[in-house]
């Protein structure tokens, strides 16, 4: 599987961040780059539920691949959803449920800044997209 050109990035710009505190910055600046989503679409339809914070996914089909996107009420959250975003966009189907979420946080070196309660939480956006996907 080759990496959609957002996460070569997103793995780039991580592994080369010196320590967690560099990392955490580096979060927050991606979670400023989520597109918006607009008042109707932070409905309660759209709502992930397994997650502490309030998080929010969209997802639209474009020919084989996928589209998302997501944003949450959270600063460390959008941050997650951001390269959890540029990891699974653009991918098929198949790609999308093949997905390892452990081994991409793992390559990022944010796998062990994940608490159990955000790990939950992210293994819920990416198991609603997988919903999505299958339809």
């Given at each position: 599987?080759?990496?959609?050109?957002?996460?070569?990035?997103?793995?780039?710009?991580?592994?080369?961040?010196?320590?967690?505190?560099?990392?955490?910055?580096?979060?927050?600046?991606?979670?400023?780059?989520?597109?918006?989503?607009?008042?109707?679409?932070?409905?309660?339809?759209?709502?992930?539920?397994?997650?502490?914070?309030?998080?929010?996914?969209?997802?639209?089909?474009?020919?084989?691949?996928w589209?998302?996107?997501?944003?949450?009420d959270?600063?460390?959250?959008?941050?997650?959803?951001?390269?959890?975003?540029?990891r699974?966009?653009?991918?098929?189907?198949?790609?999308?449920a093949?997905?390892?979420?452990?081994?991409?946080?793992?390559?990022?070196?944010?796998?062990?800044?994940?608490?159990?309660?955000?790990?939950?939480?992210?293994?819920?956006?990416?198991k609603?997209?997988?919903?999505?996907?299958?339809?």
């Open positions: 599987m080759s990496l959609p050109d957002k996460a070569r990035e997103a793995l780039d710009t991580f592994t080369a961040a010196g320590g967690w505190e560099q990392r955490a910055r580096l979060l927050m600046q991606w979670g400023e780059r989520l597109e918006a989503l607009d008042e109707t679409e932070r409905s309660d339809a759209n709502r992930v539920h397994g997650c502490e914070s309030q998080v929010w996914l969209v997802g639209e089909r474009q020919g084989d691949y589209h998302f996107r997501a944003n949450s959270a600063r460390l959250i959008r941050g997650l959803l951001a390269v959890l975003l540029a699974v966009d653009g991918l098929p189907a198949g790609e999308l093949a997905l390892d979420l452990a081994d991409w946080f793992n390559q990022l070196g944010l796998a062990r800044q994940l608490s159990p309660s955000r790990s939950n939480g992210l293994n819920a956006v990416l609603k997209m997988r919903e999505m996907a299958g339809d």
